[in-house]
Protein backbone atom coordinates (compact mmCIF):
# COMPACT_ATOMS: atom_id res chain seq x y z
CA UNK A 1 0.00 0.00 0.00
CA UNK A 2 2.23 2.56 -1.47
CA UNK A 3 0.18 6.09 -1.04
CA UNK A 4 2.18 8.73 -1.73
CA UNK A 5 6.21 8.18 -2.64
CA UNK A 6 8.17 10.99 -3.70
CA UNK A 7 11.55 10.62 -4.88
CA UNK A 8 14.62 11.80 -4.03
CA UNK A 9 14.53 11.93 -0.08
CA UNK A 10 18.14 14.07 -0.38
CA UNK A 11 19.84 15.90 -2.35
CA UNK A 12 22.43 18.71 -2.63
CA UNK A 13 22.42 21.01 -5.29
CA UNK A 14 25.03 23.86 -6.44
CA UNK A 15 23.42 27.39 -7.14
CA UNK A 16 22.25 27.68 -10.38
CA UNK A 17 21.24 24.11 -11.20
CA UNK A 18 17.94 22.50 -11.67
CA UNK A 19 16.72 19.72 -10.62
CA UNK A 20 12.50 17.89 -10.64
CA UNK A 21 11.57 16.37 -7.10
CA UNK A 22 8.83 13.22 -8.02
CA UNK A 23 5.74 12.36 -6.54
CA UNK A 24 3.45 9.98 -7.29
CA UNK A 25 0.17 8.73 -5.62
CA UNK A 26 -1.42 5.32 -5.86
CA UNK A 27 -5.14 6.19 -4.82
CA UNK A 28 -6.68 7.70 -7.56
CA UNK A 29 -6.86 11.04 -5.76
CA UNK A 30 -7.73 14.52 -8.21
CA UNK A 31 -6.14 16.73 -5.12
CA UNK A 32 -1.82 16.86 -4.99
CA UNK A 33 0.00 19.66 -3.44
CA UNK A 34 3.57 20.90 -3.09
CA UNK A 35 4.47 22.27 0.29
CA UNK A 36 8.15 23.51 1.60
CA UNK A 37 8.95 23.33 5.05
CA UNK A 38 11.42 25.29 6.94
CA UNK A 39 13.05 24.13 9.97
CA UNK A 40 10.42 24.05 12.78
CA UNK A 41 8.08 26.11 10.92
CA UNK A 42 4.78 25.03 9.31
CA UNK A 43 3.95 23.96 5.71
CA UNK A 44 3.94 26.52 3.26
CA UNK A 45 1.57 25.91 -0.33
CA UNK A 46 3.74 25.97 -3.47
CA UNK A 47 1.30 24.50 -5.76
CA UNK A 48 -1.42 22.51 -6.32
CA UNK A 49 -3.86 20.88 -9.07
CA UNK A 50 -7.25 19.72 -8.71
CA UNK A 51 -6.68 16.99 -11.35
CA UNK A 52 -4.78 16.17 -14.62
CA UNK A 53 -3.96 19.32 -16.71
CA UNK A 54 -4.69 21.52 -14.17
CA UNK A 55 -2.42 23.46 -11.83
CA UNK A 56 -2.26 26.85 -9.92
CA UNK A 57 -0.02 28.92 -7.49
CA UNK A 58 0.18 28.49 -4.20
CA UNK A 59 1.63 30.88 -1.57
CA UNK A 60 4.99 30.75 -2.36
CA UNK A 61 5.51 29.79 -6.38
CA UNK A 62 8.34 31.58 -7.41
CA UNK A 63 11.12 29.95 -8.64
CA UNK A 64 9.61 26.24 -9.05
CA UNK A 65 7.23 25.13 -11.53
CA UNK A 66 4.85 21.79 -11.51
CA UNK A 67 3.01 19.53 -14.12
CA UNK A 68 0.38 17.16 -13.98
CA UNK A 69 0.45 15.15 -16.79
CA UNK A 70 -1.54 12.59 -15.54
CA UNK A 71 -3.60 11.71 -11.99
CA UNK A 72 -0.94 10.01 -10.19
CA UNK A 73 2.17 12.32 -11.25
CA UNK A 74 2.72 15.33 -9.93
CA UNK A 75 6.41 16.72 -10.62
CA UNK A 76 8.13 19.76 -8.46
CA UNK A 77 10.52 21.57 -10.81
CA UNK A 78 13.67 23.70 -9.54
CA UNK A 79 15.25 26.27 -11.79
CA UNK A 80 18.22 28.09 -11.02
CA UNK A 81 18.45 26.38 -7.19
CA UNK A 82 18.74 29.06 -4.75
CA UNK A 83 20.21 28.88 -1.63
CA UNK A 84 16.74 30.33 -0.29
CA UNK A 85 15.33 26.83 -1.43
CA UNK A 86 16.75 24.67 0.84
CA UNK A 87 13.68 23.40 2.42
CA UNK A 88 12.27 19.95 2.94
CA UNK A 89 9.79 19.66 0.12
CA UNK A 90 6.30 17.07 1.16
CA UNK A 91 4.20 16.07 -1.58
CA UNK A 92 0.41 15.55 -0.37
CA UNK A 93 -2.76 14.41 -2.55
CA UNK A 94 -6.74 14.29 -1.38
CA UNK A 95 -9.55 12.58 -2.36
CA UNK A 96 -12.92 14.29 -3.96
CA UNK A 97 -13.73 14.88 -0.57
CA UNK A 98 -11.36 16.46 0.82
CA UNK A 99 -11.31 15.01 3.95
CA UNK A 100 -7.74 14.16 4.82
CA UNK A 101 -4.36 15.05 2.72
CA UNK A 102 -2.08 12.14 2.78
CA UNK A 103 2.18 12.82 2.74
CA UNK A 104 4.88 11.55 1.37
CA UNK A 105 8.30 11.19 3.40
CA UNK A 106 9.46 14.04 2.05
CA UNK A 107 12.54 15.52 0.02
CA UNK A 108 15.64 16.99 1.56
CA UNK A 109 16.76 19.75 -0.66
CA UNK A 110 20.25 21.54 0.44
CA UNK A 111 21.39 24.19 -2.24
CA UNK A 112 25.23 25.03 -1.73
CA UNK B 1 -0.43 37.38 6.00
CA UNK B 2 -0.76 33.45 7.72
CA UNK B 3 -4.48 32.58 7.40
CA UNK B 4 -3.98 30.26 10.41
CA UNK B 5 -1.79 31.17 13.63
CA UNK B 6 -1.13 29.11 16.24
CA UNK B 7 -0.27 29.72 19.59
CA UNK B 8 2.01 28.85 21.69
CA UNK B 9 5.06 28.62 19.10
CA UNK B 10 6.71 25.75 21.30
CA UNK B 11 5.64 24.09 24.30
CA UNK B 12 8.12 22.31 26.87
CA UNK B 13 6.26 19.86 29.52
CA UNK B 14 7.10 17.74 32.19
CA UNK B 15 5.06 14.11 31.38
CA UNK B 16 1.73 14.04 33.18
CA UNK B 17 0.85 18.04 32.59
CA UNK B 18 -1.96 19.07 30.49
CA UNK B 19 -1.86 22.01 27.51
CA UNK B 20 -3.57 23.73 25.07
CA UNK B 21 -2.86 24.74 21.47
CA UNK B 22 -4.68 27.06 19.74
CA UNK B 23 -5.38 27.91 15.83
CA UNK B 24 -6.86 31.23 15.25
CA UNK B 25 -7.82 32.51 11.67
CA UNK B 26 -10.22 35.97 10.70
CA UNK B 27 -11.69 33.31 8.29
CA UNK B 28 -14.85 31.10 8.53
CA UNK B 29 -14.34 27.43 7.61
CA UNK B 30 -16.30 25.22 5.77
CA UNK B 31 -13.96 22.46 8.27
CA UNK B 32 -10.67 22.23 10.21
CA UNK B 33 -8.19 19.68 10.83
CA UNK B 34 -5.49 18.98 13.04
CA UNK B 35 -2.02 16.57 11.67
CA UNK B 36 0.88 15.63 14.12
CA UNK B 37 4.26 15.50 12.40
CA UNK B 38 7.10 13.44 13.80
CA UNK B 39 10.93 14.21 12.89
CA UNK B 40 11.62 13.01 9.33
CA UNK B 41 7.96 12.58 8.32
CA UNK B 42 4.91 14.07 7.00
CA UNK B 43 1.84 14.98 8.54
CA UNK B 44 -0.18 12.57 9.30
CA UNK B 45 -3.94 13.32 9.99
CA UNK B 46 -5.15 13.37 14.14
CA UNK B 47 -8.92 14.66 13.50
CA UNK B 48 -11.15 17.30 11.22
CA UNK B 49 -13.86 19.25 12.87
CA UNK B 50 -16.92 20.22 11.04
CA UNK B 51 -19.89 21.68 13.09
CA UNK B 52 -19.38 24.74 15.04
CA UNK B 53 -18.93 24.24 18.85
CA UNK B 54 -17.78 20.46 17.90
CA UNK B 55 -16.13 18.74 20.30
CA UNK B 56 -14.11 15.00 19.63
CA UNK B 57 -12.07 13.15 21.86
CA UNK B 58 -9.29 10.97 20.44
CA UNK B 59 -8.00 9.54 24.13
CA UNK B 60 -6.34 11.76 25.98
CA UNK B 61 -6.63 14.36 22.99
CA UNK B 62 -9.55 16.18 22.95
CA UNK B 63 -10.13 18.81 19.89
CA UNK B 64 -12.25 21.59 19.51
CA UNK B 65 -14.21 23.55 16.47
CA UNK B 66 -15.09 27.44 17.38
CA UNK B 67 -18.57 28.26 17.02
CA UNK B 68 -18.21 31.05 14.48
CA UNK B 69 -16.16 28.16 12.84
CA UNK B 70 -13.13 30.57 12.88
CA UNK B 71 -10.81 29.41 15.43
CA UNK B 72 -10.00 25.64 17.08
CA UNK B 73 -8.18 23.94 20.24
CA UNK B 74 -6.42 20.76 20.77
CA UNK B 75 -6.46 19.93 24.62
CA UNK B 76 -4.17 17.38 25.52
CA UNK B 77 -4.23 15.62 29.12
CA UNK B 78 -1.69 13.75 31.29
CA UNK B 79 1.02 14.43 28.07
CA UNK B 80 3.18 11.69 27.91
CA UNK B 81 6.56 11.63 25.68
CA UNK B 82 4.99 9.70 22.98
CA UNK B 83 2.69 13.02 22.45
CA UNK B 84 6.25 15.04 21.30
CA UNK B 85 6.13 16.45 18.09
CA UNK B 86 4.83 19.41 15.70
CA UNK B 87 1.05 19.81 16.21
CA UNK B 88 -0.38 21.41 12.38
CA UNK B 89 -4.12 22.74 11.79
CA UNK B 90 -5.18 22.67 8.61
CA UNK B 91 -8.24 24.19 6.49
CA UNK B 92 -9.56 24.65 3.08
CA UNK B 93 -11.03 28.19 2.97
CA UNK B 94 -14.38 28.67 1.16
CA UNK B 95 -14.06 29.14 -2.52
CA UNK B 96 -10.29 27.40 -2.96
CA UNK B 97 -9.09 24.25 -3.62
CA UNK B 98 -5.75 25.34 -1.51
CA UNK B 99 -5.02 23.47 1.66
CA UNK B 100 -3.19 25.84 4.03
CA UNK B 101 -1.36 24.72 7.72
CA UNK B 102 -0.82 26.93 10.33
CA UNK B 103 2.13 27.66 11.62
CA UNK B 104 3.07 24.95 14.00
CA UNK B 105 3.27 24.25 17.62
CA UNK B 106 6.46 22.01 18.45
CA UNK B 107 5.73 20.07 21.76
CA UNK B 108 8.26 18.36 23.38
CA UNK B 109 7.70 16.08 26.38
CA UNK B 110 9.93 15.23 29.17
CA UNK B 111 10.16 12.05 31.25
Known amino acids: NAGVTQTPKFRILKIGQSMTLQCAQDMNHNYMYWYRQDPGMGLKLIYYSVGAGITDKGEVPNGYNVSRSTTEDFPLRLELAAPSQTSVYFCASSGQGRTEAFFGQGTRLTVV | ?111
Open chain 2, 1 to 111: TQLLEQSPQFLSIQEGENLTVYCNSSSVFSSLQWYRQEPGEGPVLLVTVVTGGEVKKLKRLTFQFGDARKDSSLHITAAQPGDTGLYLCAAWPYNTDKLIFGTGTRLQVFP
